[in-house]
């Protein structure tokens, strides 16, 4: 009779940092919202009363500024993780006012918008468009609010690569990729519908 020994697997725990956790929960139930949201755009269209219209140029604007901005935090992280504090704290800035210059185009899309004849509650065509860049823009401002505490915290205190600073770093870095993912898809989404 043959005895079998047991051989056990040592318990291993994430390696993901509860706040790292939180914010991707985070983003997927935002990223839920948002296809909610796309999803009731598609079920509407097909009704009927549907107004076609192309989307007012500085939406194009905005696309391009927030990819933009994108690049130009990532770079700005890396910098940061290299200890190349000049480029750090000049590409953080970059950033910032990119993400500004985003939220300006978005209120020129807005008002290009009813330039075409589609104020607000005129058609639920028009009416989609804004309820959803501007609950983006909600979302954006997030952002802002996170890359101005990383500008402060960057000019404020003694340059230091730490672990608290890099994790603080890294969340406002995931946190705006994918604000600017989900732009992109959103005005992918408009553009083809």
């Not at 935090?73 to 940061?80: R, T, V």
């Not at 004849?117 to 860049?133: E, H, I, M, Q, R």
């Amino acid at each position: 009779m043959s005895t079998t020994t047991l051989t056990t697997t040592p318990y291993l725990r994430s390696t993901i940092h509860p706040l790292k956790f939180a914010l991707w929960v985070a983003c997927g139930s935002m990223l839920m919202v948002f296809a909610a949201l796309t999803s009731a755009y598609v079920v509407r269209h097909a009704s009927g009363n549907w107004l076609e219209f192309q989307m007012p140029r500085p939406f194009f604007y905005s696309t391009i500024v927030m990819l933009l901005s994108s690049v130009t935090l990532h770079i700005a992280y890396n910098a940061f993780k290299n200890g190349k504090e000049n480029l750090y704290k000049s590409l953080l800035v970059v950033s910032m006012l990119l993400a500004l210059g985003f939220l300006y185009t978005q209120y020129l899309g807005w008002m290009g918008l009813e330039s075409i004849g589609l104020p607000l509650k005129t058609n639920a065509s028009g009416d989609f468009v804004y309820a959803l860049s501007w609950l983006h823009a909600g979302h954006v401002l997030g952002g802002v609010a996170a890359l101005l505490v990383a500008t402060i915290v960057a000019f404020s205190m003694k340059f230091k690569v730490t672990a608290a600073r890099k994790l603080r770093f890294e969340l406002t870095l995931t946190y705006w990729h994918f604000v600017d993912f989900l732009w992109v898809y959103l005005f992918l989404f408009f553009l083809l519908q």
